[in-house]
């Protein structure tokens, strides 16, 4: 197991620094990492996600789960005022903030001399859902800690 998590470290490290980066940036919000895991199941870890597809020299895709708290603070950094609940704005947000980690992910590996395109995220919902990613394999999970909640980003990626 710990051989498949360093092997692709040097494709996981950009989505996790993009996510320190982009929630600080956004929000300034402070975001620790936990240790990564090789996730197997779809259950999702927090209350929403927002999972984007991932195509080019490999292929894949990210998710970044919030439980409510979290995200709840994070929006409400970003807004300038106190947001509750599983509103649109938070689930636009969620979709943002997907697309912007991606984004800072997808240049770094470009610096790299990897190419690769996102497809537009989509944002899921609600207690107990289930994320699918793209490929059939099992996803690296890195959990989260913010002084407000955790969050998860997965990747999953072949090729």
């Known amino acids: ?10 494709m996981i490290n950009p989505f996790l620094n993009a996510a320190i980066h982009v929630l600080h940036t956004m929000a300034s919000v ?10 197997n199941d ?4 927090g209350d929403i996600t927002g999972i ?33 609940g599983m509103t649109d704005e938070i689930r636009d947000a969620v979709g943002e903030l997907t697309n912007m980690i991606s ?27 289930v994320v699918k990613h793209i490929n059939a394999g099992p996803c690296i999970a890195i959990p989260f800690e913010t002084l407000h909640g955790s969050f998860v980003v997965e990747v999953n990626f072949e090729g």
């Not at 992910?105 to 859902?129: C, D, F, Q, W, Y």
Request: hydrophobic letters at 40%; charged letters at 20%; one cysteine or more.
């Open 1 to 10: 197991m710990m051989g498949y998590l360093n092997m692709k470290a040097e």
């Open 103 to 129: 984004g800072d992910a997808r240049n770094k590996l470009s610096e790299m001399g990897v190419n690769l395109k996102a497809a537009l995220p989509t944002v899921i919902s609600g207690m107990g859902h």
């Open 52 to 84: 984007i597809g991932i195509t080019g020299q490999i292929s894949g895709s990210l998710s970044i789960t919030f439980t409510l708290s979290c995200i709840e603070q994070i929006v409400g950094s970003m807004f300038g005022e106190e947001v509750h």
């Open 42 to 45: 779809k259950k999702a870890t």
């Open 30 to 39: 402070e975001a620790k990492p936990g240790k990564p895991f090789l996730k």
